[in-house]
């Protein structure tokens, strides 16, 4: 069996080549996910944002309705008003718990397929480099001998 220089130098230079290229794939379908989850919760965010302005147009529409009133139905209005700012108050914490929440787990979810997506890449290269290296070396190689060559390889 000889040994040629070249031909590790050129099954390393494929090695190289193949994980750029699985790297720049995975990356794009990654950004997108993360890009239209962003533009789902920023639309989220705004809604909460309109919810928010039109209970302030309702809180200002109560103080101006208040002021021309007589006594005692400015009694009753600020009844009313305190209501309807609980009630506000009420849905803009409710909204923005709610959108914490959607963050949180949207963070979750983003962690949890960026580590399934470095393993199965892991994986994959894992295999295509116990392949190699069964054919460079014309044998069965074992699994642990891809797992230490892989993690050395990200190492």
């Not at 005692?72 to 923005?96: F, G, P, V």
Request: net charge negative; proline share 1%.
């Amino acid at each position: 069996m000889e040994f040629h220089p070249l031909d590790v130098i050129i099954s390393l230079i494929n090695i190289t080549v193949l994980v750029i290229l699985l790297r720049l794939i995975l990356w794009k379908h990654i950004y997108n996910f993360l890009s239209k989850r962003e533009q789902r919760v920023r639309s989220e965010f705004e809604s909460i944002e309109k919810r928010r302005l039109d209970a302030d147009a309702l809180r200002v529409e109560y103080e101006e309705k208040l002021e021309s009133l007589d006594a005692t139905q400015r009694d009753q209005m600020r009844e009313s008003q305190i209501k309807a700012s609980a009630e506000a108050e009420e849905i803009l914490n409710e909204a923005r718990d709610k959108a914490k929440t959607m963050m949180d787990d949207a963070r979750e979810r983003i962690a949890e397929e960026k580590e399934r997506a470095i393993v199965d890449a892991r994986n994959e290269v894992a295999q295509l480099a116990t392949d190699m290296a069964a054919r460079i070396l014309k044998r069965e190689v074992s699994s642990e001998d891809s797992i230490v060559a892989v993690n050395d390889f990200f190492s």
